[in-house]
């Protein structure tokens, strides 16, 4: 039986990915930030939310010993965080600047891969936080990859819909070509090491646009070459998968498709057994614990859920209802943090646990404007706030606020696709969609001329002012 224990309710967007360690959850978000739990009762650590990337994260991994977290971003940036503390250990840089779909850590965490939506394949030296080599492969964006239990090899999955297996040395040992029609969406190796017939043997998941999730057999053999034969092709979901993860013993394949549902399977066997659909948008994130019965699903609902597993007999699992409330934006009827009342910025105060400052900020009639605006000396000097401490909590706080001042019932074609923040002076590119005019401006000016939607080239840089969708968010923004 799989039961929901609880839903995380944090993000201020789309959910791009979880990933577990012995005692922690991560997940990251179009919002720019990531988010960490103690798995003992998914409460977020001090430190949380993680906030050092200047776009939406796609994705994030744990080291094996848990020590560090690295996250990837359409920034073209490969962060490593220090799980401690939650400061930066590092920032990689991908060769290029192309955004960074996807990143995977060695089981021995020597090695760290990341690979851009430009087909190019970085692998790190972890131990020096340096680049060890480069791969480019041609007419492809990179969006899966994973390691083999053993550490020795890699494999990763492009949009073209092959997938490809490397050395430490970045040598192609295999392609296997078409595995996906339309495109592969994720990719996992199983935990263990099988053996037999002079070959060395893992098993491999893929999942992709073709609304497939299929189990493989990887083998190298004694002589090095190599090979992949499909061994189950699962069809328990009625639209693009987009996410799968082996549990930590390799018995059970969890998945997540654009038709909301998650579905378990019985991986030897290739059985369906649960079909959960609790989430209310496309599910593209899923991961198994390493320690404990448990898996995460993210979505962009924006939420996160967390499942338990029980026992494995087969069947339906009805919808549960039980949940965990996570941080909500304060102002209740306000959507943008600009737009809150004194009255509205106290009740964020409350909630932030700032009680003591409710009256000084009632008296020196704060709103929302003035509280986006507040700095380090104007809570000294005008707020009279002595405590070093209590001015650097409020303004954390309120980075928070403009990292993510959107609320839950923005409408998508109003945010911009870069930022995904609401936009304010859109304007449609060569390349047919509408963005933020200073983000698709920035975007251009360091990005080769690429969009951020296709990553094709931009035939011009010409910028026309989407006027129909200003005045349709001014108008969303008067009737709320």
């Known amino acids: 039986m ?19 360690s012995a005692t922690l959850l991560a997940t990251c978000s179009a919002d720019k930030t990531l988010r960490i739990y103690h798995t003992r009762d998914f409460s977020e650590v ?19 010993c848990g020590q560090y977290l690295a996250s990837c971003s359409t920034d073209g940036s490969t962060v490593v965080w220090s799980t401690v503390t ?32 430009d087909g190019t394949l970085a692998l790190w030296d972890f131990t020096t936080k340096t680049l060890d080599r480069i791969k480019p492969v041609d007419d492809v964006t990179m969006v899966a990859c994973s390691f083999t239990p053993c550490g ?58 073709d609304s497939t999730l299929k189990i493989w057999i990887v083998s190298r053999s004694s002589t090095g070459g190599c090979k992949m034969q499909q061994i189950h092709s699962l069809t328990g979901q009625s639209a693009p998968v987009l ?19 998650v579905t ?26 390493p320690t404990a019965p448990l898996f995460a699903t993210g979505s962009m609902d924006k939420t996160v859920n967390i499942w338990r ?7 339906h699992v009805e919808p549960a209802t039980s949940s965990h409330e996570g941080g909500k934006l304060p102002g209740h009827s306000r959507l943008l943090v600009s737009d809150w009342s004194e009255e509205d910025v106290g009740a964020w105060l409350r909630e932030e646990g700032l009680e003591a400052l409710v009256e000084t900020f009632k008296a020196n009639n704060i709103d929302g404007v003035e509280l986006i605006g507040l700095t380090k000396e104007s809570l000294c000097s005008e707020l009279n706030i002595e405590s070093v401490g209590l001015r650097s909590k409020v303004l954390r706080k309120v980075e928070e606020l403009k990292a993510g001042c959107v609320c839950t019932g923005v409408p998508d074609e109003f945010l911009c696709p870069i930022t995904r923040e ?59």
Request: proline letters at 4%.
């Open 2 to 20: 799989v039961s929901l224990i609880c839903t995380l309710q944090d993000h201020r967007d789309d959910v791009n990915w979880c990933a577990f």
């Open 46 to 64: 001090s430190y949380s939310p993680l906030s050092g990337h200047g776009y939406g994260v796609h994705c994030c991994c744990f080291s094996a």
């Open 86 to 117: 939650g400061e930066i250990e590092a920032v990689l840089e991908h060769p290029g600047r192309s955004p960074v779909r996807v990143c995977a850590f060695s089981p021995d965490s020597s090695h760290l891969v990341s690979g851009a939506s």
């Open 152 to 209: 020795q090899m890699f494999m990763t999955g492009s949009t073209y819909g092959d997938l490809r297996l490397w050395d430490l040395s970045m040598n192609q040992l295999h392609a296997e070509k078409d595995t996906h029609d339309m495109g592969v969406s994720c990719c996992c190796f199983g935990p263990k090491i099988l053996s037999g017939g002079g070959a060395v043997e893992f098993r491999l998941a893929s999942c992709g646009q």
């Open 243 to 261: 996410s799968c993860s082996f549990s930590a013993d390799g018995q059970l394949l969890v998945s997540g498709s654009v038709d909301k549902t």
């Open 264 to 289: 378990v399977y019985d991986a030897s066997r290739g059985a369906l057994l649960y079909t959960l659909n609790q989430h209310k948008r496309y599910v593209t994130a899923c991961a198994f614990s």
């Open 309 to 315: 597993v029980e026992e494995r007999p087969g069947g």
């Open 422 to 480: 609401l936009m304010m002076d859109p304007v449609i590119a060569a390349d047919g969609y509408s963005y933020e005019r200073a983000a698709i401006e920035s975007w251009i000016a360091t990005k080769n001329r690429s969009s951020p939607m296709t990553n094709l080239p931009l035939q011009t840089t010409l910028l026309t002012p989407n006027r129909t969708l200003k005045m349709a968010i001014g108008r969303w923004r008067t009737s709320q």
